[in-house]
């Protein structure tokens, strides 16, 4: 830490509990996460004499270890666990006080395994349309939309630039600088760089990455009709970002605290947009399982399991997942435009209509 950076508060989990209470997050999610940080990261620290910004990857590794083996706790109860302490670290590290974020480059590095299939919530494309139809506030809009639309994780999501969107539409045409050689000649498409080029620390278009994209591979996918009419919405009201040379797409539209409006969207503020969203649904309680809880993990889950009923095509789904593939994979790549674009705009779902 240098001498021009924050000090540390005298209790980083109390200062973070409040700042949770004072954003709006609703009571049983801030309880909530109060419960893991005093529970579980607190004595962990104190266990081994540690401040909360001298953790290292190594030991938060460590601490989930600990908790995966918990015999009271189960691996997804581990993992919701953790990202709620990688909010902690993120808080802290995006202001300046913490210089890393130790639980995410721990996290980032180990294997929860795939538990998409243990989701238990089953919400039909008929109840999601009429969610998304009740939102009214862009902000909330446009993340879930590109969140349920794509498949995207939430880092991917938060690492979008300006340069890596293609909308052919003469309304927002010069708002864009120069677009990536990859999607110049594929309009009305998004892309998705691979883990290798966008990693947390790494500089990536002149911006230092505060989230790392986890996908195997470099993906383009396709913006249909309905997802492109909110991004055009969103471009005419998105603050411009006054430092972030990557020029991000996703900006803050309120700022709080070291935050300014224009800022490059982080990881735990996409959560708690999507969990305040969510929880005035129904469809969060920091006392539910993950298996119940509509996080942004979710729409990814969601997207995965209707368009593969749609399609019935593993390996198209896994193409636009970003996951890695052989020969029959690299042939969606050889040709996007017939069997990407062509296969996703006639199976995805329509939610605004």
Known sequence: MSAADPPAPDDPIDAYVENLRSSGLGKNSVDGYEQVLNNHLRPFLEQRGLEAGDATRHECRELIEEMVNDPDLDVDTAEKYAGVMSRFYGHFNERGT????????????????????????EITIPQMREFIQQIDNPI??????????TGIRVGELCNIDMRDVHIDDPRV??????????????????????????????????ERRVASNKRKRATI?????????VLVFWLAIRPEPQNHPGNPFVTRLIGHVRTQVGDRMSNGRVHTIVTNATEERGWWDSDNSKAMNVSPHYFRHFFTTYMRDRTNDDVFVQFIRGDKGEEAMDDYTHNWGDKVRTTYNKHIYKLLR
Do not use: C
């Open 173 to 206: 045409k010069d708002l864009f600088p120069p677009l990536r050689p990859e999607i110049a000649d594929q309009p009305d498409s998004i892309y998705i760089e691979a883990h290798t080029n966008m990693q947390a620390g790494q500089v990536t278009n002149g």
């Open 221 to 229: 996918i396709p913006i249909d009709d309905e997802l492109k009419k």
């Open 140 to 149: 909330t809009l446009v993340v879930i939309m590109l969140l349920i639309k």
């Open 98 to 121: 913490f210089e890393v974020n130790p639980m995410k480059l721990a996290m980032d590095n180990y294997d929860f395994g795939d538990s998409s299939k243990d989701y238990k919530r």
